[in-house]
C-alpha cells in the first residue's frame, strides 16, 4: 500500500468523521434559523425564505448516513462504495452551493420584505388579537417601538382608537416601572423602531448559516478529490482491497 493510497484513506476516514459532526453541526444552524423565522414569521411574507435553512436539515440528515457508508467503504477499499461516496457528497456539494446561493438572493430580499409586512401588522394592532401579542412580543425583546421609530403609533387606527395620546406599554424602557407610555414622556420609551432591529437579526443569522455552509462545502470538495485518488490507485496499481464484504 503506497503512500497516496494511505493518504487518501487517512483523509477519507476523516471526512465520515466530519460528515458527523458537520451533520450535529449542521442540524443545529438550520433548527436555529427556522426558530428564528418562526419568532418573526408575522413580518416575513415570502416563506421561501426559511427554504435554505430546510434544506440545511435535510442536508444534516443525509451527512449522517453517508458519513457511515464512506466509512465502510474506505475500510473495505470498495470501488462500488467508494463510486457511490463520490457521487453522494457531489450531491451534497451541489446542495450546499444551492442553498449558499438561494441564502444570498434572500438575505438581500429580507429587508423589503420585512418592511413591506412590518406596517400591515402593526396597523392590525388592537392590543386583544394574537397578532398584537406578536408585537408587543417584539417590541419588548429588541426594546423597539413602532417600525421606523416610536412615532409610527401615531398613524396606526389604535392610537386614533384609544385617544390617550400613547403607545403600547410595550414600548416602554424595561428599567422604567411607573411608564405609561405617554407620547410627551418620550424618555421612558426605547425610542428606536423594530424593522431595522429585524432586518440585522434575520440577516446575521442567514449570514452565519452561508458561512458554514460555504465551509462545509469546500471539505465535500477535497473529499471527493481523495476519493478519486484513492480509485485511480487502485486502478494503475492492480491494488487489491484489504477486506472483502457487501462494498467490495
Known amino acids: 500500500m503506497d503512500c497516496g493510497v494511505i493518504t487518501s484513506k487517512t483523509v477519507l476516514l476523516l471526512l465520515s468523521l466530519i460528515f458527523w459532526a458537520a451533520a450535529a453541526g449542521l442540524g443545529y444552524v438550520g433548527g436555529y434559523v427556522i426558530n428564528t423565522y418562526k419568532n418573526y414569521d408575522s413580518f416575513v411574507q415570502d416563506k ?7 434544506i440545511i436539515v435535510c442536508v444534516a440528515v443525509v451527512m449522517f448516513i453517508i458519513g457511515l457508508i464512506g466509512c465502510c467503504a474506505t475500510i473495505r477499499e470498495s470501488r462500488v462504495g467508494l463510486g457511490l461516496f463520490l457521487v453522494i457528497i457531489l450531491i451534497i456539494f451541489i446542495a450546499e452551493v444551492t442553498a449558499f446561493v438561494m441564502g444570498f438572493i434572500y438575505r438581500e430580499k429580507v429587508k ?3 418592511q413591506g409586512t412590518m406596517h400591515t401588522v402593526f396597523q392590525k ?3 386583544k388579537s ?5 408585537v408587543d412580543y417584539l417590541q419588548e425583546q429588541l426594546r423597539c417601538c413602532g417600525v421606523t421609530n416610536y412615532t409610527d403609533w401615531t398613524a396606526t387606527q389604535w392610537f386614533n382608537t ?3 395620546n ?3 406599554l410595550s414600548c416602554c424602557k424595561q428599567d422604567i416601572k411607573n411608564c405609561t407610555g405617554h407620547l410627551n414622556e ?3 420609551l426605547n425610542t428606536k423602531g423594530c424593522a431595522e432591529k429585524v432586518e440585522n437579526g434575520l440577516q446575521a443569522v442567514l449570514s452565519y448559516a452561508m458561512l458554514v455552509i460555504l465551509g462545509f462545502a469546500i471539505i465535500k470538495f477535497f473529499g471527493m478529490l481523495s476519493v478519486c485518488v484513492l480509485t485511480c490507485k487502485r486502478e494503475d496499481n492492480g491494488y487489491q482491497p484489504l477486506y472483502s464484504g457487501v462494498f467490495a
Open 48 to 54: 421561501y425564505t426559511m427554504l435554505p435553512a430546510v
Open 112 to 114: 423589503t420584505d420585512v
Open 125 to 127: 394592532y388592537d392590543g
Open 130 to 134: 394574537p397578532e398584537s401579542g406578536v
Open 162 to 164: 384609544t385617544g390617550n
Open 166 to 168: 400613547s403607545v403600547p
Open 186 to 188: 418620550p424618555q421612558d
